[in-house]
């Protein structure tokens, strides 16, 4: 009953002088079925408007219904009411009646414009938790696509890792530092537009925050970070964070050695149509062309870049110091692929 009453009303004119075209047509139809009628409801001239206006106010609107109660009233006086012919009613008996009959369907027209607008707002508000619904599962679905990947690319790590030897300590460390990384992805994980995406500003600087929090600890080194705020889809954040959080940490392993004062500046910028991750410290630099540690952390690094499709550039920065550079392009068809992950 609802959808034929929402598609009758849906498929009628909404312009003010048809929908007053209406209302006369139909006030008049039903004066004609009452005229018929009169042998047998002569003593009831107004039974036969009620349904109409009814009809009327709840397919078209209060203004219409309110319409129709007063042309009724017309046709019943004029049509249906002693003396006839005449816009006067002379029986006391009629009058009240009269009287009574307009105030009820003054209340029949404004209820049933109250009916349909409360049946609109509950349409309304079954659609939107219906499409909140479809939305909450379709994140659900795509989280646990996503976890499925991290966890594919964790174990590829590991699994990279285990031919390393003599450094299960780092390996260790370094898994947890990356799963960290996924932790904050998820935690400031939204939904915009149907894309899951994270705030490139609240990510980047709580990763930042953590790290000295966690990471430096008492040493005499400063992390900062100053980021420009950008929506990341959830792969890119992923793989960016976790470069990020390579590159700070090697800093804090490599750069100052025997407890040496530095700092360490992380920014993410957007330039045209590429974003720029900046890692720098004021360390010792690079001492020689032999990666120190594993390697490990820096074949992960590369391999997450090429799957950002950018380019990470490490190398000395003047007067001492390193400076890495990682920039991809800056749209969301960058990010990392599904079913990709790390070897």
């Not at 925050?209 to 900062?224: A, F, K, T």
């Not at 997450?304 to 068809?333: E, M, N, Y």
Request: aromatic share 6%; charged share 20%; with cysteine.
């Amino acid at each position: 009953m609802e959808d034929l009453l929402r598609r009758l009303s849906s498929n009628l004119p909404r312009a003010a002088w048809a929908r007053y075209g209406i209302t006369l047509l139909l006030v008049g139809l039903t004066a004609l079925l009452r005229y018929a009628l009169d042998p047998l409801l002569f003593k009831y001239p107004f039974l036969v408007f009620l349904p109409t206006i009814f009809v009327i106010s709840l397919l078209l609107d209060r203004g219409s219904g309110y319409l129709s109660v007063a042309l009724s009233g017309l046709c019943s006086a004029w049509f249906f009411m002693k003396p006839e012919g005449v816009l006067w009613i002379a029986e006391p008996g009629d009058q009240l009646a009269f009287l009574i009959y307009m105030g009820l369907g003054f209340g029949i027209a404004g209820g049933a414009h109250a009916l349909r607008r409360a049946n609109e707002r509950l349409r309304l508000s079954s659609e939107r938790l219906f499409a909140a619904n479809a939305e909450k599962d379709l994140m659900l679905h795509e989280i646990h696509h996503r976890i499925r990947n991290d966890l594919q690319q964790i174990c590829a790590q590991l699994t990279l890792a285990a031919h390393k030897s003599g450094a299960g300590q780092d390996i260790v460390s370094g898994t947890i530092e990356r799963i960290g990384v996924l932790a904050r992805v998820y935690v400031r994980l939204r939904r915009v537009e149907g894309v899951n995406i994270v705030s490139s500003k609240d990510f980047l600087e709580s990763l930042v925050e953590d790290i000295q929090l966690g990471v430096v600890g008492v040493r005499p080194v400063s992390v900062s970070a100053e980021v420009d705020d950008a929506d990341l889809d959830m792969g890119v954040a992923v793989a960016v964070g976790t470069i990020a959080n390579e590159l700070i940490t090697n800093a804090l392993k490599y750069a100052f050695p025997d407890g040496c004062a530095g700092r360490i500046d992380l920014s993410f910028r957007r330039e045209a149509a590429e974003c720029v991750l900046c890692v720098c410290d004021d360390g010792v630099g690079i001492l020689s062309e032999r990666p120190q540690g594993t390697g490990l952390g820096g074949r992960i690094m590369r391999q997450l870049a090429l799957q950002l499709q950018g380019s990470l550039d490490i190398g000395p920065q003047l007067p001492h110091g390193v400076k890495a550079t990682l920039r991809f392009p800056c749209c969301r068809a960058a990010a990392v692929d599904d079913g990709s992950a790390a070897p």
